[in-house]
């Protein structure tokens, strides 16, 4: 009988959707066994597990070896084909196990009856958590397909025993809930824009990573009865279970899982177990959920691997909901609807969970208008402030706030009268985002110009396609990485730069190339610990330095773009030099796809951000290797005035109106024409009303921008004529403050349009 890969997909698709709802780590691990063994025909099948305290690998579970062996044979990583596999986290496939020079026989197994082996590393997160192991009496019975498939599986499971571990490995301390102190005077707190938008709700406060859960502290109105706790629990994971399957719709680029460590310590004897031995023992109900949650919350802030710590929040969030199941009323959901986070920090990965559970806004402490985690929030639409006045965190739980994103200001307990103000302010902002492009673009004058929208998950896609985006002019390709745990695959990019290409239907779309470093790090590669990041190993240096990853993106996008017109662009390019070994690399992952026979787009358009003060001096030289650029003015103007971006201490300073920004811009957009290749612009400057006479002065004819501000640019642009344009462009060229730039683009700009 045949091997079957793809029912055996199925299969373990089913029980890891299965383990979600009821099964032990053990008896996971053993019905995953089975299952493979069974679709395999393989004589033995068996995981390994690392154990870190003892540093070896254990015999966690088999089918075909004798099962007293379980949790008795341990390896040292390298010891054997096994241990061999472990060290070095790659699969290794032996027609004869015995020819492998790591070969060992461990006395009383009777592995001497088995030939072919197969193993392979379970990886999470760069770190292999042990090994998947294959075994059968027939030489050569495995082959590399059989590789592959294991691989796919052991990844897929991987996510699973990682979190069981998280749960298992936690000890047993208590930590004391530590008191809000009082708070009232304080009405009005002014902090800086984050993500646009209005947000209405009471604070949760869920402060420093590392702080107590309080629960909702005054709830008096009824005690809670076991019988309460209980139905609790269950809507808790009804609605989990729900909010997981949503998620896998809505951000099928970014999520697998994302909810399986709260469902794994829901299920878990020693978490909600331990609740209902309090509340038997008489403990009041939120009582004992609050000394769990606390409980958990100290052993994995406490802990030292980062990752552990990544879950406090995971925690709080159970104990939220399970609070606010248990005290609602009857059709009232259990999420945050009608409410606002006050943190410390977000992950990209919380922020994603947290708003999946429909919370109205966040206030954060620190931060800077263009770190990576109000990029987010700005895509999901989601009102954002930054405040680095600690005060934030001794806001009442409970209290009433009203969120302003656009201005950066926090409010509270807010009479009728403000609140009314600004319900009329949201009411006016959401008439402006919902303004679609009509028709082609063209100025007053008849000159055509093009708008395109930037995009940073597939779910801004729909926005674009709503507002008649004329292109994508800038996917940011980062978040996928972002909010992962670990380096999604070539096929999983694949699917995500497909679906993009797809869904525009032939219009322009660019990718680009990974840009992380700087504020975005992946918390899965070994942190850098760079002095100055944003100087540091960043885009596209992150890129030339990490081939592997680099070229596995490259040939996802390659693959995407076969039949369709394929843009890629590469970030902080800092050279023509730079260019050309990228230029290099691409046409070697062209070359290897087609030799492979796969099919690809061989002919992209290859790109160059303009973002650096180096590269504006030689875009003359780059444009003659270059398809077309676009310019970054975010980082352009970071780097040309020497302002991190994100530092709240300088953020007045940093500002697109300086002359030199101008200038630079000038330059950039007259070595474009003079070679004549295709520019854009897909800074934040591109979406600024002010600044559009300039650009179209210049000779710009493409803006990419936030989706939902396409319509209100296009009436903008209609607006003025490309004579009168350039004369304003000649004149901010020739001056030479940012105060006279400012005071004299406000005189010219149209009375009636003036924001
Ligand atoms: C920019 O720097 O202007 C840009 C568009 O890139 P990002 O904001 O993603 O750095
Ligand atoms: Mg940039």
Do not use: W
């Not at 059709?331 to 990209?348: F, H, K, R, S």
């Not at 929030?377 to 994103?405: C, K, Q, W, Y």
């Amino acid at each position: 009988m045949a091997k079957s890969n793809i029912d055996l997909f199925y299969d373990i698709g089913e029980l890891l959707q299965l383990f979600e709802k009821t099964m032990s780590i053990d008896n996971f691990l053993h019905n995953v066994v089975d299952l493979i063994a069974a679709h395999m025909k393989a004589d033995v099948c068996t995981i390994y597990l690392y154990n870190e305290e003892e540093g070896k690998l254990v015999l966690t579970t088999t089918i075909g070896l004798p099962k007293d062996y379980i949790g008795k044979v341990k390896l040292s990583p390298g010891e054997g084909i096994t241990g061999l596999c472990f060290r070095e986290g790659r699969s290794i496939l032996e027609a004869d196990g015995e020819q492998n020079i790591a070969f060992k026989l461990i006395p009383g197994l009777s592995e001497e009856r088995y030939t072919a082996f197969l193993a392979v590393p379970i990886i999470r997160s760069c770190s292999t958590l042990g090994v998947l192991v294959l075994q059968h009496k027939k030489k050569g019975y495995f082959t590399v397909t059989d590789e592959r498939t294991l691989n796919v599986i052991a990844a897929q499971i991987a996510v699973v025993i990682e979190n069981a571990k998280l749960i298992l490995e936690i000890t047993h301390k208590t930590r004391k809930p530590k008191q809000v102190k009082e708070f009232n005077n304080i009405l009005f707190i002014k902090g800086s824009e984050g993500s646009n938008g209005i947000a209405f709700g009471r604070a949760v406060i869920i402060g420093k990573r590392n702080d107590a859960f309080l629960g909702f502290p005054g709830i008096k109105k009824k005690v809670p009865t076991l019988k309460d706790f209980e139905r609790a629990l269950g809507e808790t994971l009804i609605q989990l279970e729900q909010l997981q399957r949503d998620m896998e719709k809505e951000f099928s680029e970014m999520v697998s899982l994302i909810f399986s460590a709260h469902l794994l310590m829901l299920g878990d004897s020693a978490f909600s177990g331990k609740m209902l031995d309090l509340i038997r023992k008489g403990k009041p109900v939120q009582d004992a959920i609050i000394q769990v949650i606390n409980h958990y919350i100290d052993l994995f802030s406490k802990n030292s691997n980062p990752r552990f710590n990544e879950k406090v929040l995971d925690v709080k969030d159970i104990g939220h909901r399970l609070l606010r199941n248990l005290y609602k009323k009857q059709d009232e959901p259990g999420d945050y609807t009608d409410q606002i986070i006050v943190a410390q920090e977000l992950l990209p990965s919380e922020l994603v969970k947290l708003s999946a559970q429909k919370v109205e806004g966040f206030l954060l402490f620190g931060g800077g208008i263009t770190a990576h985690i109000a990029i987010l929030a700005r895509s999901i639409g989601i009102p954002m402030v930054f405040s680095d006045d600690e005060r934030i965190f001794r806001i009442h739980n409970g209290t009433e706030l009203i969120l302003d994103g656009f201005q950066g200001t926090i409010i509270m307990n807010p009479s009728k009268e403000v609140y009314d103000h600004y319900q009329i302010l949201n009411e006016e902002q959401k008439k402006i985002e919902s303004k679609k492009i009509s028709g082609k673009i063209l100025t007053k004058d008849g000159v055509r110009v093009f708008l395109y929208a930037n995009i940073n998950l597939l779910s801004d896609l729909k926005i674009a396609i709503k507002m008649n985006a004329e292109g994508i002019g800038l996917y940011r390709s980062e978040f996928p990485y972002l909010v992962r745990n670990e380096l999604p695959s070539e096929e999983d990019q694949y699917r995500v730069y497909r679906k993009l290409l797809e869904e525009m239907e032939g219009k322009d779309v660019c990718l680009r190339t990974l840009d992380i470093g700087g504020d975005k790090m992946l918390s899965y590669l070994s942190p850098s610990n760079e002095a100055n990041p944003f100087l540091g190993l960043r885009a596209i240096r992150f890129s030339l330095k990490n081939k592997g990853i680099f070229s596995t993106q490259l040939r996802a996008m390659l693959r995407a773009g076969e039949g369709f017109p394929l843009k890629i662009m590469f970030p902080l390019i800092a050279s023509v030099d730079d260019f050309l070994e990228v230029k290099q690399i691409v046409q070697e992952n062209i070359d290897l796809l087609q030799k492979a026979g796969v099919a690809c787009n061989n002919k992209p358009h290859l790109g160059a951000m303009i973002e650096l003060p180096s590269i504006v001096e030689v875009a003359r030289e780059l444009a003659l290797h270059a398809d077309f650029f676009s310019i970054g003015t975010n980082d352009l103007i970071q780097y040309m005035l020497g302002i991190d971006r994100t530092n709240e201490a300088v953020s007045t300073m940093y500002t697109h109106y300086h002359p030199a920004v101008f200038r630079a811009l000038n330059k950039v957009v007259a070595a474009a024409k003079s070679e004549s290749i295709d520019l854009s612009v897909c800074g934040d400057i591109a979406s600024d009303s002010l600044i559009i006479y300039f650009l179209i002065g210049i000779g710009v004819r493409k803006l990419s921008l936030n989706p939902r501000l396409l319509g209100d640019i296009q009436q903008h642009i209609t607006l003025l004529s490309v004579e009168e344009a350039e004369k304003v462009a000649r004149k901010i060229l020739s001056m030479g403050t940012t105060k006279d730039i400012h005071q004299y683009v406000q005189s010219v700009f149209p009375k009636a349009l003036l924001p």
